[in-house]
């Protein structure tokens, strides 16, 4: 853990319009700096607007107001190609349903963010070899994702947003759709290998327990983003 900041939030204030046309705020005003190294864990209701923050860091979504600062480069005034470029090279995404592509097998899975960056040496096939042993899913390498369970679908995922070498791991709802017991696996799979290869991470939940394994903690009440006391 350092004290240099990787991602700078400003102000940060997001509105929908409903279909009533109707304002809605989902994030006021939000200001946040997090360190390098840090695992961070944001808590919140379903709605609350855990997942717009993190898909207003990727530049999924566009803010309504504020700035975002990524490592030192503002991707609130970034171009459409330019956090396509972000996304593809320093961000990883995991997600509560797992998104593993069906038609392609766990090997080809985890191996397609590195197929994107046109980046398929030697070193990087041992690493996507070396990542599926440590999520203890090698030896399912040549099966499909309807084949697996859940939890083993999960592991797959992680293997395949660390593959690329991200700066940036973003986590939404990881162990949603697990039981408690894969669920504590998943996480601590996760967090020993992002810890293992210097990576920061961004955890949205509603799980305390997946809380657990992050450095800082926040929550987020009524559009503000809120630092609180990590879960025993």
């Known amino acids: 853990m350092n004290n240099k900041q990787f991602i700078t939030i400003n ?66 005034s970034m171009r459409e190609h330019q956090l396509t470029e972000l996304r593809r090279y320093n961000i990883g995404f995991i997600f509560q349903f797992f998104n593993l592509l069906p038609s392609l097998t766990v090997w080809e899975n985890v191996i397609l963010p590195l197929e994107l960056k046109n980046k398929l040496g030697k070193e990087d096939i041992k690493r996507a070899e070396y990542l599926l042993s440590e999520v203890g899913m090698l030896d399912r390498r040549d099966e499909f994702p309807d084949k ?21 791991i973003l ?34 939940t509603h799980s305390r327990e997946a809380a657990k394994f992050a450095d800082k903690v926040y929550s987020i009440l009524d559009g503000k983003l809120v630092e609180c006391k990590k879960p025993d």
């Open 171 to 204: 986590a939404d709802e990881p162990t949603g759709n697990l039981d408690d017991r894969n669920g504590k696996t998943v996480m601590e799979l996760l967090s020993k290998l992002v810890k293992a290869n210097n990576k920061n991470m961004i955890l949205v």
């Open 11 to 76: 102000n940060v204030t997001k509105t929908y319009i409903d279909g009533s046309n109707n304002q809605r705020k989902v994030l006021d005003q939000v200001s946040a700096s997090f360190n390098a190294g840090d695992i961070i864990a944001v808590l919140g209701k379903s709605g609350s607007g855990k997942s717009t923050l993190l898909n207003l860091i990727s530049g999924i979504d566009n803010v309504s107001s504020g700035s975002i600062h990524f490592n030192g480069s503002e991707i609130t």
């Open 148 to 168: 697996l369970s859940g939890g083993e679908q999960q592991r797959v995922a992680i293997a395949r947003a660390i593959v690329h070498e991200p700066d940036l």
